[in-house]
């Protein structure tokens, strides 16, 4: 370990004095904690450039004085308890006096904008969490991922000390490029893939590329948080148009210039609807009349239960207008941050060279193994079973809600990770919902609280709640429920 100073050779004050004092002053700022292993006499000067000696006295006299001690045989080490005239109680309050001048001429900070509610924290959790888009942890496919780990560690050589190509390992970007074929319908090339760290960052570089005050961004309404408080950190001014049981509404974009218009197509967020092929095509028209790029983010669309999902927007695509988003967050799990781009050609250029000054790429370990995992069929194999698993605890919910509750009025059952649940008349609205069967140890989710972006007063908001099926076993969504009708029902009797 260095120590960050350097002492000033020929100064009036003694090489030993200055070193005393500076590790002294590290120690008190709490730079060097207790505990903290110092440098060996030998190594602290060298970087000193002094004599070792010089190094041994300084150490001796911290060591007197109670700011360092050592261990034999062990090393030397920042005392647990520091000297009582070491606590400094008269000088500390000038210096916070200080410091807190100081921040007040700091420069005003200049962004604006809020984060969206996807991380839970650990006090914050309860024992059944109808969580949204939270892949299953025990379909993890741990064993096959630790072989893939040791064999790309095995095979890194200079990978793993060396910068890789921003865009993403190249190995990655083809296994994504020959999955989107099948999978969406997309015809695509690696050149146009680009790795991100989810559809988050994918969303700040879009961002970055087209949006400043006054940007004109067209959304769904309700739609994805994360988009939408992204967009209007960079000052856009957003455009919400409604969505129906067929997506959004198409008839109702606006006809003046857009810049652009986010969408999730396939599984709208949070309603749960798919875009009708129709209106497909029409928005497809509509982005080549007003100049717009489309944002497609495919979230969850790994996802269809029933039949097979309609060609992705970038697949339907003939004028070359459509930015796809793509993630495995879902899939795999949001830990990797790996998601991926799929790039009109005029953009690659400029959406890489954002995506290099931003973090100069991924990681290459991860990225290797999934495209180790994508390449030999594993992720594949992956897929398959856990739509299984999910199809079957989506209907576990279904069935567990009209068990307790009849006939409920339930949308997004086509695909995704989760369903939305409108309350009838008589309940109580989604908040109060979502407060009282907390209290019964159960997560729900208003819209809102399930990281949707909803205009003030509307009526979806009050009455839907979301629930994720994907990661509880079916024995916790059948208690779930029975916890969540117990409570309504002590509510409707007039319980607290």
Same mark, same amino acid.
């Not at 190594?43 to 450039?49: A, M, V």
């Given at each position: 370990?260095?120590?960050?100073f350097?002492?000033?050779?020929?100064?009036?004050?003694s090489?030993?004095?200055?070193?005393?004092?500076? =590790?002294?002053?590290?120690?008190?700022?709490g730079?060097?904690?207790?505990?903290?292993?110092?440098?060996?006499?030998?190594?602290?000067? +060298?970087?000193?450039?002094? &004599?070792?000696?010089? =190094?041994?006295?300084?150490?001796?006299?911290?060591?007197?004085?109670?700011?360092?001690?050592?261990?034999p045989?062990?090393?030397?080490?920042v005392?647990?308890h520091?000297?009582?005239?070491?606590?400094?109680?008269?000088?500390?309050p000038a210096?916070?006096?200080?410091?807190?001048?100081?921040?007040?001429?700091?420069?005003t900070?200049?962004?604006?904008?809020?984060?969206?509610?996807?991380?839970?924290?650990? %006090?914050?959790?309860?024992?059944?969490?109808?969580?949204?888009?939270?892949?299953?942890p025990?379909?993890?496919?741990?064993?096959l991922?630790?072989?893939?780990?040791v064999?790309?560690?095995?095979?890194?050589g200079?990978?793993?000390?060396?910068?890789s190509?921003p865009?993403?390992?190249?190995?990655?970007?083809?296994?994504?490029?020959?999955?989107?074929?099948?999978?969406?319908g997309i015809?695509?090339?690696?050149?146009?893939?680009?790795?991100?760290?989810?559809?988050?960052?994918?969303l700040d570089?879009?961002?970055?590329?087209?949006?400043?005050?006054?940007?004109?961004? =067209?959304?769904?309404?309700?739609?994805?948080?994360?988009?939408?408080?992204?967009?209007?950190?960079?000052?856009?001014?957003?455009?919400?148009i409604?969505?129906?049981?067929?997506?959004?509404?198409?008839?109702r974009?606006?006809?003046?210039?857009?810049?652009?218009?986010?969408?999730?197509? &396939?599984?709208?967020?949070?309603?749960?609807?798919t875009?009708?092929?129709? +209106?497909?095509?029409?928005l497809?028209?509509?982005?080549? %009349?007003?100049?717009?790029y489309?944002?497609?983010?495919?979230y969850?669309?790994?996802?269809?239960?029933?039949?097979?999902?309609?060609?992705?927007?970038?697949?339907?695509?003939?004028?070359? &207008?459509?930015?796809?988003?793509?993630?495995?967050?879902?899939?795999?799990?949001?830990s990797?941050?790996?998601?991926?781009?799929?790039l009109p050609?005029?953009?690659?250029?400029?959406?890489?060279?954002?995506?290099?000054?931003?973090?100069?790429?991924?990681?290459?370990?991860?990225?290797a193994?999934?495209?180790?995992?994508?390449?030999? %069929?594993?992720?594949?194999?992956h897929? +398959?079973?856990?739509?299984?698993?999910?199809?079957?605890?989506?209907?576990?919910?279904?069935s567990?809600?009209?068990?307790?509750?009849?006939?409920?009025?339930?949308?997004?059952l086509?695909?995704?990770?989760h369903?939305?649940?409108?309350?009838?008349?008589?309940?109580?609205?989604?908040?109060? =919902?979502?407060?009282?069967?907390?209290?019964?140890?159960?997560?729900?989710?208003?819209?809102?609280?399930?990281?949707?972006?909803?205009?003030?007063g509307?009526?979806?908001?009050?009455?839907?709640?979301?629930? %994720?099926?994907?990661?509880?076993?079916?024995?916790?969504?059948?208690?779930?429920?029975?916890?969540?009708?117990?409570?309504?029902?002590?509510a409707?009797?007039?319980?607290t």
């Open positions: 370990m260095q120590l960050p350097n002492v000033e050779h020929g100064a009036a004050q090489l030993q004095d200055q070193i005393f004092h500076r =590790v002294r002053r590290l120690i008190l700022d730079q060097l904690k207790p505990g903290t292993s110092m440098p060996a006499t030998r190594e602290l000067s +060298r970087q000193l450039e002094v &004599s070792r000696n010089t =190094v041994l006295l300084a150490y001796d006299r911290l060591i007197a004085e109670g700011y360092l001690e050592t261990e045989a062990v090393g030397t080490f005392s647990a520091l000297p009582e005239d070491s606590l400094m109680l008269t000088e500390r210096r916070a006096i200080d410091r807190h001048d100081r921040a007040l001429r700091h420069r900070i200049l962004f604006h904008g809020q984060p969206h509610g996807v991380y839970t924290p650990p %006090g914050q959790r309860v024992s059944i969490d109808f969580k949204v888009g939270r892949p299953d025990n379909s993890f496919p741990a064993r991922w630790q072989r893939l780990l064999k790309k560690l095995e095979e890194a200079k990978n793993l000390t060396e910068y190509d865009a993403g390992l190249w190995e990655l970007r083809q296994a994504i490029a020959e999955h989107l074929g099948p999978a969406r015809a695509t090339t690696p050149e146009q893939v680009l790795v991100v760290a989810g559809c988050q960052e994918a570089i879009v961002a970055r590329l087209f949006v400043t005050k006054g940007t004109q961004v =067209v959304t769904e309404c309700p739609c994805y948080q994360g988009a939408a408080f992204l967009f209007e950190s960079y000052g856009a001014d957003l455009y919400p409604p969505v129906d049981n067929q997506g959004i509404q198409v008839d974009l606006p006809d003046s210039p857009v810049t652009l218009a986010y969408l999730t197509p &396939s599984h709208q967020y949070p309603m749960g609807a875009l009708s092929l129709e +209106r497909r095509l029409r497809l028209e509509w982005a080549a %009349g007003t100049g717009a489309l944002i497609e983010d495919d969850d669309s790994d996802f269809r239960h029933h039949g097979s999902p309609l060609t992705a927007l970038k697949g339907l695509d003939r004028y070359d &207008s459509v930015i796809y988003l793509g993630t495995f967050s879902k899939s795999i799990g949001a990797l941050r790996l998601g991926y781009m799929v050609r005029p953009l690659v250029k400029p959406a890489t060279d954002v995506k290099t000054l931003l973090n100069n790429g991924q990681p290459w370990l991860e990225q193994v999934v495209a180790e995992f994508m390449s030999g %069929g594993g992720f594949g194999n897929l +398959r079973r856990i739509r299984r698993v999910y199809l079957l605890r989506r209907d576990c919910l279904v567990a809600l009209r068990r307790h509750f009849g006939e409920v009025r339930i949308s997004g086509e695909g995704g990770m369903i939305v649940w409108h309350l009838p008349a008589g309940f109580p609205p989604a908040a109060e =919902v979502e407060r009282r069967v907390r209290d019964a140890g159960v997560a729900v989710y208003t819209l809102p609280g399930g990281a949707a972006y909803c205009q003030p509307e009526a979806a908001v009050r009455r839907s709640i979301m629930l %994720g099926y994907s990661s509880l076993a079916e024995s916790e969504i059948k208690e779930g429920v029975a916890r969540i009708a117990a409570v309504l029902e002590n409707a009797a007039g319980g």
